[in-house]
């Protein structure tokens, strides 16, 4: 039996976020006169000191967001491209044939601080001081460790003492991990912060400063650190060490921009997503596939039927099957894909027994090109050391993650952010800024003439994937969660839950999730797992043994141990806001009034 909870409701505001920090700071910015914007950007500044093991300063920011103005979504793209020196022939000569998942060779030009500055200038209200002094006080003072981050310190401890000194030097206390609940302080980074400040200071007017403080970073003194660390070599996880290819200039010839979001209707619902640069499109094409098995889909007392979790289970494979054949920072061609008459081709291809085969389609008649190494990468195991990977293992456990932040304010202004990349345990700290690189290069195959194919100046296709739902047109929900692959799986989950259950947003967020390991991961090794379906146990035992004898490979994560969904909405007839935010592990965190 599945127990409902009520969902947070108001009219001023509403904040939903992975931390408590964040979303006390987002509410903190709506009470002190600010949109939703400026809390959002408040908020993302403040995960990067609180949750640093899932997001950092050199991180990326893809967002979605519409404005009181302006009802169409828009796409932030704060995600930076590989550097100019990153060529397929560069790896081959160091004998790669994948792109390593941490160290300084995956790193892509760092993307989170323009994305959020631009954002900031154009849409919101508060100077880059008001929204940026709470994450230098928490930088400075200190914060907590939540058990993750020990966790992953620890994981990571002897490659920090062994090769990466200055990670040992702002994460190791007396050369050990530090126990959960220490106050961990980086000055470091509150001095980088405030030094952009003062650089932006230095002029007068709002807008003229966030822009000279975008120029700081990608011009001034962060890109130098940059480019001179760069060039050091260190260990990843390939057992050697190399050294990095980003440089100033790279920095320099980068800024966010804005983009027009994927907007697919679903009768009186369309869902909102960012582009195939992303996986995004992947939940899109799920809901399509499984709108052709509408009547088949139930749920009994809040929980999915075994069918139900079954058929999402096989749409969502034939979707990420597209997504490795055609997805990328290249020509997609989306509204084939998108199409009814492929759709219903695709849709075909379900049974009642689970598929253990890798199988995308051809839009338009062009067959399509999967990767060479796929095969040798089945079932392969990541090994241990530098980590980079920021998702849950097959089972549950937590290597690392996202982050993702929601909030919509009472003007209407709405805006659902996923950032990550530049975890504490993937790069070496650049111990002049007290933050390091990011590590999504990783994301890239090698082989050439893939939509996905390394490229200097091209985004790697990324699995970072926020969401909006309009209802009659009106921008009505914003969600996303962290989780790698399992974001668009994830989501198609909550999705559910809401549209065709009924539950409101808590008790979507609280019902039981699932996804499907059975095709390519995004992060290093690369492995994937034909059958393998992983659920929450409180799907109950005879929704696990039926989908076991439709063939699936079911692997119980626990009752409460997948997905870190966050939610916010606006009724347009009323002006009522709602929030919700996920309940496992006890972090996230929903505020408003």
Same mark, same amino acid.
């Given at each position: ?105 995956? +790193?892509?030009? $760092? ?12 849409? +919101? ?54 126990? $959960? ?9 509150? +001095? ?327 095709? $390519? ?73």
């Amino acid at each position: 039996m599945f127990t409902t909870r009520p969902e947070l409701s108001g009219t001023h505001g509403m904040v939903a976020s992975t931390h408590w920090l964040a979303s006390a700071t987002g509410m903190a910015v709506l009470e002190n006169g600010g949109n939703a914007f400026d809390a959002a950007v408040a908020a993302g500044f403040v995960l990067q000191v609180a949750e640093p093991h899932l997001n950092g300063p050199a991180g990326q920011v893809p967002a979605i967001f519409v404005t009181a103005t302006d009802r169409t979504p828009r796409v932030l793209a704060g995600q930076g491209v590989s550097p100019a020196a990153a060529t397929p022939e560069h790896f081959a000569d160091l004998g790669l044939d994948l792109i390593p998942g941490s160290g300084l060779l995956p +790193g892509t030009v $760092p993307g989170a601080w323009d994305g959020w500055l631009l954002l900031l200038r154009d849409h +919101g209200t508060k100077s880059l001081r008001d929204v940026l002094k709470y994450a230098i006080s928490y930088a400075q003072h200190g914060v907590p460790l939540v058990d993750r981050v020990s966790a992953t310190i620890e994981t990571v401890s002897e490659l920090f003492k062994n090769h990466w000194k200055s990670s040992a030097d702002l994460w190791l206390v007396d050369g050990k991990p530090p126990a $959960p609940g220490t106050l961990h302080r980086n000055p470091t980074l509150a +001095g980088t912060w405030e030094r952009l400040l003062s650089e932006a200071e230095a002029v007068t007017g709002r807008e003229a400063q966030i822009d000279a403080a975008r120029r700081a970073w990608s011009h001034g003194f962060v890109a130098e650190y940059v480019d001179t660390f760069s060039k050091q070599a260190f260990r990843d996880d390939s057992g050697r060490d190399h050294a990095g290819l980003i440089t100033g200039q790279d920095m320099a010839n980068w800024e966010a921009t804005y983009e027009d979001a994927l907007i697919t209707d679903l009768g009186d619902w369309s869902v909102v997503k960012l582009g195939p640069w992303t996986q995004g499109p992947a939940l899109t094409q799920q809901l399509l596939l499984l709108d052709g098995f509408r009547d088949e889909l139930s749920y009994v007392d809040g929980l999915p039927t075994a069918r139900t979790v079954h058929l999402a289970t096989e749409c969502a494979k034939l979707a990420f099957a597209d997504r490795e054949a055609w997805y990328g920072d290249s020509d997609v061609p989306m509204d084939a894909l998108l199409s009814a008459e492929y759709t219903a081709q695709r849709r075909a291809l379900i049974t009642d027994e689970a598929s253990a085969e890798l199988r995308p389609g051809s839009p338009g008649g062009v067959a399509p090109k999967l990767p060479a190494i796929l095969e040798r990468l089945r079932g392969l195991q990541a090994g241990s050391g530098a980590t980079g990977e920021p998702t849950v293992g097959p089972t549950g456990e937590t290597r690392g993650d996202t982050v993702h932040i929601d909030v919509v304010d009472a003007a209407g202004n709405m805006i659902s952010a996923t950032p990550s990349g530049g975890w504490l345990q993937s790069s070496p700290t650049i111990p002049e800024l007290g933050f390091c690189l990011d590590s999504r290069g990783q994301m890239f195959w090698l082989e050439q003439g893939l939509p996905n194919s390394l490229a200097p100046g091209k985004r790697p296709r990324i699995t970072l994937s926020p969401s909006m739902a309009l209802r009659g047109g009106e921008p009505t929900i914003a969600f996303g969660t962290p989780g790698g692959d399992q974001q668009d799986q994830w989501q198609l989950c909550f999705w559910l839950a809401h549209t065709l259950a009924g539950l409101n947003l808590q008790e979507s967020i609280d019902a039981p999730n699932w996804h499907t390991t059975a095709f $390519p991961s995004s992060f290093y090794p690369r492995s994937w797992t034909p059958r393998e379906l992983v659920v929450e146990s409180r799907l109950g035992k005879s929704t696990m043994d039926e989908l076991g004898e439709r063939g699936h490979s079911v692997v119980d994560a626990g009752e409460w141990a997948l997905g870190r969904l966050s939610a916010v909405s606006r009724d347009p007839a009323t002006g009522i806001l709602r929030a919700a935010a996920n309940p496992r592990g006890m972090q996230g965190y929903a505020v408003g009034r």
